[in-house]
């Protein structure tokens, strides 16, 4: 079982982490446009004009964020209710063991390496700007983009008004933390339709995935509000067409979250733990909460770096399936990369990503001398 690290604010509230790792972990699947299954006894392709709840928050939204009222009610009366949308929000739990060679191994891997070194080349000098402005290196954000969409090809096939209305209002009452959820999918439409009609963009227009992440990098409404950044100075922010603010707003992401330039993400570490003390390193997931000589005298012993390391270390634990699990010592900055994606799975297969694509091109630079 992954060992959960404390929730990603990146998406404003403390609720984003749950959806956004499922999304990220599900970015190169492809999503059904809009099924015509529906629930029993509602019409084929129900559409929100038809909910109270949904006209009363459309109501209560254009009051407060002074937008036309009749404007909101129509972006989320057109919604429609889309019953995949809930079941994908809502997996069943997995009977599989966690594994991290397998896991590795669906991005680590000859198709997207290769589209990798091609994005990687065609965006050089943006991502040495990039890395010099905001000290995020080229093979974090090539590793992200990577990861989320396969460098643009797999945003999602589900109109993000679709996606965020359906959990908005008809997230799965069974579920334990339902108001919750419905409420932070309340806020992120909010956050689209304000940011629609600030930019000029039809929400009924625009695809993402199934819980509302868009464009390259999949960032949801509050961190495209947030975070992303007009990177190729032409006066508008795109995360679905612009290579460059793409690569912007990502540095800017891990920058604002607290990114350390020149800290390695993670060291080697060997355990050699007793089961008291395993448990004490692992209590604080991947949260820094231990000194280098601390974490060594636990019996997590690192190599000469990591004793060297300034600040604060955090054992993150990989499970291999009926194998040992692998261990690495998570820096601050270990702990920055899963503020995008809570998982230190998707950490890990992030940077690793990242740094073979840079071997690649090294390799590819060497053979053409």
């Given at each position: 079982?992954?060992?959960?690290?404390?929730?990603?604010?990146?998406?404003?509230?403390?609720?984003?982490?749950?959806?956004?790792?499922?999304?990220?972990?599900?970015?190169?699947?492809?999503?059904?446009?809009?099924?015509?299954?529906?629930?029993?006894?509602e019409?084929?392709?129900?559409?929100?004009?038809?909910?109270?709840?949904?006209?009363?928050?459309?109501?209560?939204?254009?009051?407060?964020?002074?937008?036309?009222?009749?404007?909101?009610?129509?972006?989320?009366?057109?919604?429609?209710?889309?019953?995949?949308?809930?079941?994908?929000?809502?997996?069943?739990?997995?009977?599989?063991?966690?594994?991290?060679?397998?896991?590795?191994a669906?991005?680590?891997?000859?198709?997207?390496?290769?589209?990798?070194?091609?994005?990687?080349?065609?965006?050089?000098?943006?991502?040495?700007?990039?890395?010099?402005?905001?000290?995020?290196?080229a093979?974090?954000i090539?590793?992200?983009?990577?990861?989320?969409?396969?460098?643009?090809?797999?945003?999602?096939?589900?109109?993000?008004?679709?996606?965020?209305?359906?959990?908005?209002?008809?997230?799965?009452?069974?579920?334990?933390r339902?108001?919750?959820?419905?409420?932070?999918?309340?806020?992120?439409?909010?956050?689209?339709?304000?940011?629609?009609?600030?930019?000029?963009?039809?929400?009924?227009?625009?695809?993402?995935?199934?819980?509302?992440?868009?464009?390259?990098?999949?960032?949801?409404?509050?961190?495209?509000?947030?975070?992303?950044?007009?990177?190729?100075?032409?006066?508008?922010?795109?995360?679905?067409?612009?290579?460059?603010?793409?690569?912007?707003?990502?540095?800017?992401?891990?920058?604002?979250?607290?990114?350390q330039?020149?800290?390695?993400?993670?060291?080697?570490?060997?355990?050699?733990?007793?089961?008291?003390?395993l448990?004490?390193?692992?209590?604080?997931?991947?949260?820094?909460?231990?000194?280098?000589?601390?974490?060594?005298?636990?019996?997590?012993?690192?190599?000469?770096?990591?004793?060297?390391?300034?600040?604060?270390?955090?054992?993150?634990?990989?499970?291999?399936?009926?194998?040992?699990?692998?261990?690495?010592?998570?820096?601050?900055?270990f702990?920055?990369?899963?503020?995008?994606?809570?998982?230190?799975?998707?950490?890990?297969?992030?940077?690793?990503?990242?740094?073979?694509?840079?071997?690649?091109?090294?390799t590819?630079?060497?053979?053409?001398?």
């Open positions: 079982m992954i060992r959960r690290p404390l929730l990603n604010l990146s998406l404003g509230i403390a609720l984003a982490a749950t959806l956004c790792g499922a999304v990220a972990q599900a970015a190169d699947l492809p999503a059904k446009r809009r099924p015509g299954s529906t629930r029993p006894a019409a084929p392709n129900f559409r929100y004009a038809q909910s109270e709840a949904a006209m009363a928050f459309a109501a209560d939204l254009a009051a407060r964020r002074d937008l036309d009222p009749a404007w909101v009610r129509a972006q989320i009366g057109a919604a429609e209710r889309v019953p995949a949308i809930v079941r994908l929000s809502t997996p069943p739990p997995s009977t599989q063991p966690k594994n991290w060679a397998a896991y590795r669906r991005f680590i891997e000859p198709i997207r390496l290769a589209a990798g070194q091609r994005f990687w080349e065609a965006n050089r000098d943006t991502l040495a700007r990039a890395e010099a402005q905001f000290g995020v290196p093979s974090l090539v590793g992200v983009i990577g990861v989320e969409t396969l460098y643009g090809r797999h945003t999602g096939n589900f109109r993000v008004i679709d996606a965020l209305t359906t959990l908005a209002f008809d997230f799965p009452p069974s579920h334990p339902a108001a919750a959820r419905s409420e932070f999918f309340r806020s992120e439409l909010e956050q689209f339709l304000s940011l629609t009609h600030r930019t000029g963009q039809d929400p009924l227009a625009l695809l993402g995935s199934y819980a509302g992440a868009m464009g390259w990098p999949q960032f949801m409404p509050s961190s495209w509000a947030k975070y992303a950044i007009d990177f190729d100075a032409d006066g508008k922010v795109d995360l679905f067409d612009s290579p460059a603010d793409v690569i912007g707003s990502v540095a800017n992401y891990f920058k604002t979250f607290g990114w330039p020149g800290m390695p993400t993670h060291y080697p570490v060997r355990v050699e733990a007793s089961r008291e003390n448990d004490t390193l692992l209590a604080p997931d991947i949260l820094p909460s231990f000194a280098p000589a601390r974490f060594e005298a636990l019996g997590a012993a690192l190599d000469e770096a990591g004793r060297r390391h300034p600040g604060q270390l955090a054992l993150v634990e990989l499970q291999n399936g009926s194998a040992p699990p692998s261990y690495v010592a998570g820096t601050e900055n702990y920055v990369v899963t503020r995008y994606n809570w998982s230190s799975y998707y950490a890990m297969a992030v940077i690793e990503l990242g740094e073979a694509v840079r071997s690649r091109m090294a590819a630079g060497n053979a053409a001398r």
